[in-house]
């Protein structure tokens, strides 16, 4: 699999995260490069990468990101999204300092399903990187590229898009956004890789 699409966020700080995203709940911006949100929204927050995922088979990629949450109140989640068809249909990927743990989850009409979890000690010094894998109905999460979650699915079976989510009323931050995927060989070239406003 190669990059297909992302986003660094290394550009000056503001409200506007550029043409490629779409804050679809609560308030984000860029801060010291990294994504974050900085409003409350219902029980999540949830912004969507716009940039349109051509891969083959045509609904499987990956979704990675760097991630870390910010202690002070003890919830932060960060999570990453696959198959994203609207705020209450995707699946995700992250971990939680709330819950102490790394977990692969879906929403389907609003409604969330834990797939699996993982338990782990999530420390607001260090720096995850977080991956959801999307392979037909197998649905895998890796935790610092270890896999540590794994489950089978098929609620979420079109492309959609990728994008981030924080859970809760946490604070957290997101960079290094990548999508991973195998261009069909039928697009003319070049491909665009990197996508920033």
């Not at 989640?77 to 879906?106: H, M, T, W």
């Not at 260090?126 to 392979?135: A, F, H, Q």
Request: proline share 6%; aromatic share 12%.
């Amino acid at each position: 699999m190669e990059v297909v699409a992302s986003d660094d966020f290394n550009r000056p700080d503001s409200t506007n995260l550029g043409p490629n995203w779409t804050e679809v709940q609560g308030d984000w911006a860029i801060v010291s490069n990294s994504l974050r949100k900085v409003s409350n929204f219902g029980s999540y927050w949830t912004c969507s990468f716009d940039v349109p995922i051509i891969v083959t088979p045509e609904a499987d990629y990956d979704v990675q990101a760097l991630a870390g949450v910010d202690g002070g109140d003890n919830i932060g989640e960060p999570a990453v999204l696959g198959r994203y068809q609207d705020s209450g249909n995707f699946y995700a990927c992250g971990v939680s300092l709330f819950q102490n743990y790394f977990q692969i989850y879906k929403l389907t009409g609003g409604s969330y399903t834990q797939l699996d979890s993982f338990s782990v000690a999530i420390d607001p010094s260090t720096t995850y990187t977080i991956r959801l894998s999307m392979e037909g109905s197998t649905i895998r999460g890796f935790l610092n590229g270890v896999e540590r979650v794994s489950a089978v699915d098929t609620d979420h079976s079109d492309t959609g898009k990728a994008g981030v989510l924080q859970d809760l009323d946490g604070a957290a931050w997101i960079t290094d956004f990548e999508v991973y995927g195998v261009p069909p060989t039928n697009v003319v070239g070049p491909f665009p890789t990197h996508f920033r406003p």
